[in-house]
Each structure stands twice: as structure tokens, then as C-alpha cells.
């Protein structure tokens, strides 16, 4: 079919989107489409540009020069890792709407879709298990790769037979957790575990057995990642979070903050660094900010300030 039949019908095959002009706006030239994108022949002005491609690289076999595409990328956040066919409603690929008997049966074949979707009940906990993990990296506002990375160690959990006599939710929000320590994200159990429908502490018990079974790599919590959240909380000044992280950073050089609660001595050295403002904000509100209690928070800054003062 020749190109000027496709506009003649204001339809634009190749990027599948209608086009309101077949003529060039600029000095009225003949349309050509290369990729999805529209351009003058004449005056080679870029009227439509091109869409984002999706479908991942191409793959050029040394046996084969067929040029076939892979598809996307599989992805470790659905159960099939992105290969399920998806049955559509009542529109067709063009846009068209189906006819009432076209729907009836579409209506049939997704039922029977849905019924055959779970090889096993492994496979519907896997898929509940990720979904989970998405909703709580999304309530955390997390990245992608974090998701990723907490849905290949829900898999492993689930290989490791780790699920059973636990709940799918308190795993799947261990899986959120543990992968947040491994990359030095600063989330706590208890922000983890206010967007989950399980409590602390089976998110915490969650927690521990796939840091015991699976040996995974934790670094420990510097207090110093706490610090931009919590001061954050309460509008601070920027020289007073710069010298709390100093605080923070002299106190673990000498080994003071081993031992201590990261966020509950974050919130300390935050207190004695902002004890010189007019209104400085008090040790329950910043223990509150660090999911601690006031008793901690004191304890830490009592501590902090003999460091400091013998320091001096």
C-alpha cells in the first residue's frame, strides 16, 4: 500500500496514532513516516516525534538474520516475570469496539484464564507475595531496582521453604526491609511496617530468619543516615543538621555510637546540635520522629555530650 493511501485515511500505521494534517504545516509538502516519526520531504521539519520503543533490543544471531525482537525485559516483580497474556475488554488492538457477542466470549475466555492462571498454590503464593512488595515499595516511595532486588529475595525465600508457618505479608515486607539495609536506604521497621497489614514485630521476626538462613550481607546503620529524615520532620536549619552530622561522625570514628539505636542517636546528636536555636524541638518529638522512646534519645545525648566535652 503506498503511503499517501495511509493518510488519505488519517491514520498513521507505523506509530499507530491518528495525524490531524496529511500536508506539511510549514510549506506544505508530502508526509513520510520513518519509525513512528512524522517529517517533511521537502523542508524535512519534524512534525511528530517518535515514540518510546519498549520491546527491548534486537537480537542478531550468528545462525539467523531474521532480526527477531525478544520482547521487554523479564522482570523479577511478577510471578511469570512479565510473560502472561493479558485478555482485553471491548475494544479491539485497532481501538474498535467489539460487538455484544464478541464481549460474551471474551468475558468467557478470561474466566477460564484466570481459573488456569496458578500451576500451583506455590505460584499463587509467589504472586500474592509480589504484589505485596510492589503496593509497599510503592507506599515507601522506593525505587524500581529495589523492588526488583526485593522480589528475587522473596523468590529465594520462598526456594528456601522460609514461607511456611509464616504469613506471605510479613515476609514480603522482611524481603522490603532487608533489601533497604543492604542498599543503606533509611527505612525503619516501623515505616515498613505501617504500610503493611502485619504488626512490628512479625515483620521484625520476618527479618531475622532471612538475615539467619539466607547469611545475607548487612552493613550496620550508620546514625548519620537518619539524620536528613528526622530533621527534615522539624524544618531545621542547614548548619544545625551539618554539625549534627559532624557530631555523628566524630562519635563513630571513636566507636561512641557502637552499640546504640542508629536512629535514637541520630536524633541525639540532632538535639545537642540544635540546643543553641531559640526554639529547639524536644526529646519526645524527635524520639517520636525516630520511632524511639525520649529515654533513649536522653541517654544517647548525655552520652554524646561527655564525648564531646572530653574531646574538647
Known amino acids: 500500500m503506498a503511503s499517501s493511501d495511509i493518510y488519505e485515511r488519517g491514520f498513521d500505521e507505523s506509530s499507530g496514532r491518528t495525524i490531524a494534517a496529511d ?14 516519526e512524522i517529517t517533511c520531504r521537502d ?37 511469570d516475570r512479565g510473560l502472561s497474556t493479558e485478555i482485553g475488554y471491548k475494544t479491539d488492538a485497532n481501538g474498535n469496539a467489539l460487538p455484544a457477542k ?29 504484589s505485596e512488595i510492589a503496593r509497599i515499595a510503592s507506599e515507601l516511595e522506593l525505587a524500581d531496582s ?11 525465600a520462598q526456594d528456601n521453604d522460609l514461607l511456611i508457618g509464616r504469613s506471605i505479608e510479613s515476609i514480603a515486607a522482611a524481603s522490603v526491609y532487608a533489601i533497604c539495609r543492604l542498599n543503606e536506604t533509611t527505612r525503619t521497621l516501623a515505616e515498613v511496617a505501617a504500610v503493611t497489614p502485619v504488626d512490628v514485630g512479625c515483620v521484625e521476626n520476618g527479618y531475622r530468619t532471612l538475615n539467619r538462613k ?39 570514628d571513636e566507636g561512641v555510637s557502637s552499640g546504640t539505636h542508629p536512629a535514637g542517636f541520630g536524633a541525639a546528636c540532632l538535639a545537642v546540635a540544635a540546643s543553641s536555636m531559640a526554639d529547639p524541638p524536644t526529646q519526645l518529638a524527635l524520639a517520636d520522629a525516630a520511632d524511639v522512646s525520649a529515654a533513649t534519645v536522653r541517654s544517647h545525648r548525655d552520652r554524646l555530650i561527655a564525648f564531646l566535652t572530653d574531646d574538647e
Do not use: M
Open 23 to 36: 500536508t506539511c504545516p510549514e510549506c506544505g509538502g508530502a508526509l513520510e513516516t520513518d519509525g513512528g
Open 43 to 79: 523542508c524535512a521539519v519534524v512534525i511528530e516525534g517518535c515514540r518510546l520503543d519498549r520491546r527491548g533490543p534486537r537480537i542478531f544471531p550468528d545462525d539467523d538474520t531474521s532480526k527477531a525482537r525478544t520482547g521487554a525485559p523479564l522482570t523479577e516483580a511478577r510471578h
Open 102 to 130: 464478541k464481549q460474551r466470549q471474551l468475558n468467557r475466555l478470561r474466566r477460564e484464564h484466570s481459573r488456569a492462571r496458578w500451576r500451583s498454590k506455590a505460584e499463587r503464593n509467589l504472586a500474592t507475595g509480589l
Open 146 to 156: 529495589l523492588r526488583e532486588q526485593a522480589s528475587s529475595l522473596f523468590r529465594t
Open 214 to 252: 539466607l547469611a545475607l550481607p548487612v552493613p550496620p546503620q550508620s546514625p548519620i543516615a537518619f539524620i536528613p529524615s528526622i530533621a527534615d520532620e522539624f524544618e531545621l536549619p542547614a548548619q544545625v543538621e551539618q554539625r549534627a552530622r559532624e557530631f555523628a561522625a566524630r562519635a563513630h
